[in-house]
């Protein structure tokens, strides 16, 4: 009896902690949102070709487009650039994800949505970020986060204990300090002590990425729950489904990058080294 009413101490203590009279975080939600528009609209939209149609362009068009493509790509290098030896390599999977991403993924979830109510999906998505809590918790407390790192485990308490994280209970609810939704990963974690990206890289189905933030994926591998159920073929097709269903949060980010002026592979590049670049300066 009394290690109950302990136990229930304990658990108060925490949740008084955690959630506190200070801004709440729908209000960082917002001001995130805002940095994270999607690059055609941060870099303008561009008029795209019909299929089979012939661009004739008048005599020294060509080398004003070049010029003009120089002048695009310093005129968005912003305050941060990155290193970009492998080009070709990048630019041939970029086109390969932008093929998979809008001509293979996206029929097939919109196939899944006709199919599939949204409450379905919508409490999958909150059951698979509630379960990937280790990851965003043990990268706070790795950046010496610890009132954010008690925000997540208040948080993961609440929409375990009352839907089994089928839904975001939590969300609303205001916080003694500010926490980004998306959480801290590995890769922010190595930014933030002092690591640079090293240059660009651009990975199957993956997409924008570099060394540190590869790096820091196999990292949060290790806090992942599903890294430790067996078999391997579970694990894996569960996380594969489970991604997938997030594939509504991806599918935009590549129909406006084939929008996107000029270039949509230096639009990609620029748009991912100043999201990580807020993510860690944060």
């Known amino acids: 009896m009394r290690r109950n009413n302990l136990s229930s101490c304990c658990l108060l203590c925490v949740l008084c902690l955690v959630f506190g009279p200070e801004e709440s975080a729908g209000a960082v939600s917002g001001a995130k949102n805002q940095s994270e528009m999607p690059p055609s609209v941060l870099y303008g939209g561009g008029a795209q070709m019909h299929p089979g149609a012939i661009r004739v362009r008048p005599a020294g068009a060509l080398e004003k487009e070049r010029a003009a493509l120089d002048d695009y790509e310093d005129e968005i290098s912003g305050d941060e650039t990155i290193a970009d030896p492998l080009e070709p390599w990048n630019r041939f999977w970029f086109r390969f994800n932008n093929f998979f991403y809008l001509n293979v993924a996206k029929p097939v979830y919109r196939g899944y949505s006709a199919i599939t109510p949204r409450d379905?999906?919508?409490?999958?998505k909150n059951f698979f970020r509630n379960l990937l809590f280790p990851v965003r918790f043990v990268n706070n407390?790795?950046?010496?986060?610890?009132?954010?790192?008690?925000?997540e485990f208040g948080r993961f308490v609440i929409n375990t204990t009352t839907t089994l994280g089928f839904a975001d209970v939590a969300r609303d609810k205001k916080t003694i300090v500010p926490v980004d939704p998306s959480g801290e990963d590995f890769g922010q974690t190595l930014g933030r002590w002092g690591i640079g990206h090293g240059f660009y890289i651009v990975w199957p189905l993956i997409g924008p990425s570099s060394p540190r933030d590869t790096l820091g994926r196999i990292g949060d591998l290790f806090a992942d729950p599903f890294f430790y159920v067996h078999p391997w073929?579970?694990?894996?097709?569960?996380?594969?489904?489970?991604?997938?269903?997030?594939?509504?949060?991806?599918?935009p980010l590549y129909e406006d990058m084939s929008g996107a002026a000029l270039d949509p592979y230096i639009a990609m590049r620029q748009a991912y080294v100043n999201f990580r670049r807020t993510q860690v300066n944060r």
């Open 233 to 251: 073929e579970l694990a894996s097709g569960s996380e594969f489904y489970l991604r997938f269903n997030d594939m509504g949060d991806v599918l």
């Open 141 to 151: 407390i790795l950046q010496f986060r610890f009132m954010e790192a008690g925000v």
């Open 120 to 124: 379905f999906r919508s409490g999958t």
